[in-house]
């Protein structure tokens, strides 16, 4: 269902506008990046090899990368959630991991459609390669099979199990650190809340990168709208990796064709009164993204609220765009992502979150 309203008139915003303005890295391989991809998004291709084409990618791994198996340890296991179904996890540690680690809590991207473990693969292998850090991927089931609020529903079952097992998984129980890109940076935002919301302890810091906050059918209902810009969706609307049409594609594939207006799937909807009390935020957003407004208008919303909100921005470019691993801005990204895992792990655990 298209949710987008376009405006032969529209004009960008004077805020965030300008960061659609294209990086010229990126416009040299704009095209042929969008060839690569036509086949993935063709009409015609059924779910499970659109499911498929996109969980056999081969990751992007930048030249520094550690290197699986020397420089980080990889191992799999299952878990059991609600229902009695078991969840696999795939964890990444550095072979001289030190005791009682800041566990970082992975839920990957992929419109919570497609993606796999290692959908930020380079991600989880340099956080991964830190002494002080233990990452467990969740790979949550993914609609249209299972949609909201199974991925939520998952990932929370998940995030108890460790913290139950934190002794096993060589972590500290209260230094949890969750990540999460596009999808997996809404379901990151969603359990920050719901743990503050039912006092699970332990989460000293959220990594929110492109994050999905609302659903485009709903900006009209965003508290204080009126402080934000919420247009990329009709400014970015054609835009390379995800645009407009392929976003709406994945909120069908989790909500539905009717979906209804609720802020534990888009967190965006809180009054800035119930973002009170959550763990410091990295925001990053892509100038060139349909989502780039509103992970601004989420930072702006969380800092609002009182939170501590480090917000990045980066002119120009599309959507994941660290697959793009000899840009000079996707060197920032890293530094810039390894840093804020790096900070909050080393820091003295939080102390216990009392429940609102």
Not at 102 to 116: E, P
Not at 125 to 135: D, R, S
Not at 271 to 288: E, I, M, S, T, Y
Request: a negative charge; aromatic letters at 10%.
């Amino acid at each position: 269902m298209d949710y987008t309203v376009l405006d032969p008139n529209f004009k960008p915003g004077p805020k965030n506008g300008h960061l659609s303005g294209k990086d010229p890295n990126y416009a040299a391989v704009e095209q042929v990046t969008e060839d690569a991809l036509r086949p993935m998004w063709g009409g015609d291709v059924p779910m499970d090899k659109f499911k498929e084409a996109w969980a056999t990618a081969p990751p992007a791994i930048p030249d520094n990368c550690p290197v699986a198996g020397k420089d980080v340890l990889l191992s799999k296991t299952k878990v059991p959630v609600r229902d009695g179904t078991t969840i696999e996890i795939k964890i990444y540690k550095s072979p001289k991991v030190q005791p009682n680690a800041a566990l970082v809590f992975r839920m990957h991207g992929g419109g919570w459609t497609v993606g796999a473990h290692e959908t930020e693969e380079a991600e989880n292998l340099y956080f991964g390669a830190i002494p002080n850090v233990v990452v467990v991927s969740v790979d949550y089931r993914m609609a249209p099979e299972y949609p909201f609020p199974y991925p939520v529903d998952d990932s929370w079952d998940v995030l108890k199990w460790c913290k139950s097992n934190s002794s096993a998984l060589g972590v500290h129980p209260e230094k949890i650190i969750l990540a999460g890109n596009s999808g997996g940076g809404n379901l990151a935002a969603c359990i920050a809340i719901k743990a503050r919301n039912e006092g699970l302890s332990g989460i000293v810091a959220q990594s929110l990168v492109f994050p999905v906050t609302c659903h485009p059918k709903y900006f009209s209902q965003v508290p204080s709208k009126e402080d934000y810009e919420l247009l990329s969706y009709i400014q970015n609307y054609n835009a390379g990796i995800v645009n407009s049409y392929r976003m709406e594609f994945f909120w069908d594939c989790y909500l539905g064709t009717d979906p209804k207006p609720d802020p534990r799937h888009s967190p965006l909807l809180h009054q800035v009164h119930d973002l009170k009390g959550l763990p410091p935020a990295l925001v990053q957003a892509a100038g060139l993204d349909p989502l780039r407004d509103e992970a601004i208008a989420y930072a702006a919303a969380l800092e609002a609220a009182g939170n501590t909100v480090d917000l990045a921005t980066y002119q120009g470019l599309p959507h994941c765009f660290y697959m793009f691993t000899g840009f000079q801005k996707t060197a920032e990204y890293f530094e810039r992502t390894i840093a804020f895992v790096k900070k909050h792990a080393d820091a003295e655990p939080g102390q216990p979150r009392s429940k609102l």
